[in-house]
């Protein structure tokens, strides 16, 4: 009912538009003074940084938000085990996003290298690329960290390619600015589990990916047009019941990499092997349109009504396979739908509203809650499915109704972990939020 209130007060004047604008209200801002962590290698126990986490402010005009971020999120950053030396450091950043996306009716514009677009929580999202790419005349890869420059006609993927540098979340920093390229839910939430990065350094995404509910909305593309996580309706007409949205991107059956899947002839590549396997070059994948409402266009987006969105609007999804492992070309590209206005600034330059986010616009819906494992004589881990908006309290609880232990689900994560293994057998509760909000779960501590 909330949600169909606002989308009438849409027409009523420009100011609550702007109160109104998802692209205004999803900001995950920053009113605890949560700060950032980050793991180093070696050390399973997290590092607290002055540096405050998610969005700080979030300001408006009739045509532009801008949001106010360290780049910084929640949930715990690093170890980035590949040799790269750089942590999530303060990016100190104003996105200017449109508020009027518009489609772009000429030549495509590609994605580029660096920031194409930012999520919810602030963190800068990339596309599919990290500098580098194969130079026939060394046969060698270059650009990047590995210097020179490449070809630049077979471009690396970052998400095969860089796999070990990805923390639990998925991300990784380019000289201090961490970032996405893909899905940002924690590896270990991956129905098929690809890097073990979680095992020691525990840590969780922005939000976890629930196949029964549509994905939240977790960021804006340059070009203005939202961006949602991995599930959606089936249908774009928001019926159909809820779905995987797929990628309408497949691996081209090659052997050699001489040509395009245009059939254009370029500058050879190196042959497909078990050091260069398919997917390890962007240029490895074709579009193939596809006939479901489920599948995506070139852009990686489709034209559907959202829970944000009632009356429709163009959206990208992150891209996943059947086993959530993140899926070509990951969320936006490798072309923008919409003209590429966006950027970062350095200031405001026009007169602007603060948002300020209230109670009834930001409330908690229920969520899923999923304890695990349960019975557990070691560690309990509570987790809350799809997106927290706000800080949520986690208590222990004996069955006098002592308080044992408390944690917190920051905004923008998903999970709390509880140290049983000093606690007595026997039976628990786990309370989850306060007054009216409050959910329990009865759990087991077992010998």
Known sequence: MKK??????????????????PAITNWLINTTGLTGRHYVSGNPTPIVDAV?????TVQYSTNWVYVSTKGIPSYITGPFLDGNPSLATSQNAIFKISLNPVQNTGNPINTTGGNIGIFIN????????????????????????LGGMGDGVWNRDAIPAEKLGFDCSKGHPAMGNYHHHQNPSAFNLDLTVISTICDIYAADGLYAINSSVHSPLIGYSYDGFPIYGAYGYANTDGTGGITRIKSSYQLRNISTRTTYSTGATVTAGPAVSTTYPLGYFREDYEYIAQAGQDYLDEHNGRFCITPEYPNGIYCYFATVDANWNSAYPYVVG????????GSKV???????????????LSENTAVEVKVFPNPSNDVLMVQLSNLVKENVTIKLVDLT?????????????????FDVSTVYSGQYIIQIGEGNQQQTINVTVAD
């Open 4 to 21: 169909i209130i606002l989308s009438s007060l849409l027409m009523l004047t420009i100011s609550v538009f702007g109160q109104t604008n």
């Open 52 to 56: 405050a986490a998610n969005v700080q």
């Open 122 to 145: 602030g963190v800068a999202l990339f596309d599919y690329r990290d500098g580098i790419s194969w130079k026939n005349s060394t046969n060698a890869l270059a650009g990047g960290p």
């Open 334 to 341: 490798p072309t923008f739908y919409g003209t590429k206005t």
């Open 346 to 360: 350095t200031s405001i330059t026009e007169t602007v509203t603060t948002y300020t986010s209230t109670s009834e």
């Open 401 to 417: 109704g002592k308080v044992l232990d408390t944690k917190i689900i920051y905004q923008g994560s998903t999970i709390a972990y």
